[in-house]
């Protein structure tokens, strides 16, 4: 091979090749929303699912509830649970 | 703030009706991406329907007693009360609470939610919310168990 072909084979196609996978990973516009990183602020709105009422099975929906009035709420007896931090 | 939700009043609604309106240009994909929330649905509705407990989450602001504010929301969470299961994330204060009524405590004790609550913590602090929410849904159903199995002998 002559130093053309040579330069082209050896250095031309890693090179496409790179500019490829560069095109590929950074033109796309880039996310909607964004990633959540630990220790940013939260700034979205509360929301609170609840599980999905008894019906057929594999019906993709959420339901958000609404706070309800806190004065005919009662306790559940003694609670338990746990907490964590992060 | 008197209320926890706020929702977009519609072009023509009043204060009271607001909330009542069914506005097909509502795009709940703004916080957490479809697969995502279907994901979060599977967890919460399938760890419900095989343990007979109400499993709900919350992710939002837990105010400076995060405890006494996630205990309160519990009593208010629908249902029965004392079966009712309470997952409540405040990624703006790195605080997760589970809260489990007096009949969910019996069955998922407060160990297990601590193992759940350890595995969820670990999770976020990777960035991954809704996957941890999940795999500690799932621990803690799991420890939890058919309610079909408390009153059967082994068959």
């Known amino acids: 091979m002559n130093v053309a072909e040579t330069l082209l084979v050896f250095a031309g196609i890693p090179l496409a090749i790179i500019a490829v996978m560069a095109l590929l990973i950074f033109v796309p516009g880039g996310r909607r929303r964004p990633r959540y990183k630990s220790g940013q602020p939260w700034e979205h709105a509360p929301i609170w699912y609840e599980p999905h009422p008894d019906g057929p099975a594999g019906h993709v929906s959420h339901a958000a509830l609404e706070a309800g009035n806190p004065g005919h709420a009662s306790t559940g007896g003694p609670l338990g649970g746990a907490r964590g931090t992060w | ?155």
């Not at chain 2, 919460?44 to 109400?54: A, D, F, H, K, N």
């Not at chain 2, 007693?65 to 790195?94: C, D, F, K, N």
């Not at chain 2, 809260?99 to 601590?114: L, Q």
């Open chain 2, 1 to 155: 703030m008197t209320r926890v939700f706020d929702t977009e009043p519609h072009d023509s609604g009043t204060r009271e009706t607001s909330t009542n309106v069914i506005d097909e240009e509502i795009h709940h994909d703004h916080l957490f991406s479809y697969a995502q929330l279907a994901r979060l649905d599977e967890a919460l509705t399938m760890s419900s329907r095989e343990t007979g407990l109400r499993f709900t989450l919350y992710i939002g602001d837990l105010g400076t007693q995060t405890r006494t504010r996630a205990e309160e929301m519990h009593s208010q969470s629908g249902g029965h009360i004392a079966e009712s299961v309470l997952v409540a994330v405040s990624p703006g204060q790195r605080v997760v609470e589970v809260v489990t009524g007096a009949a969910a405590a019996r069955r998922i004790p407060d160990r297990a939610c601590a193992l759940a609550v350890l595995s969820m913590t670990g999770s976020f602090a990777a960035g991954d919310l809704v996957g941890g929410i999940v795999n500690g849904l799932r621990q803690m159903s799991d420890q939890a168990g058919h309610p079909s199995a408390l009153r059967h002998a082994h068959a």
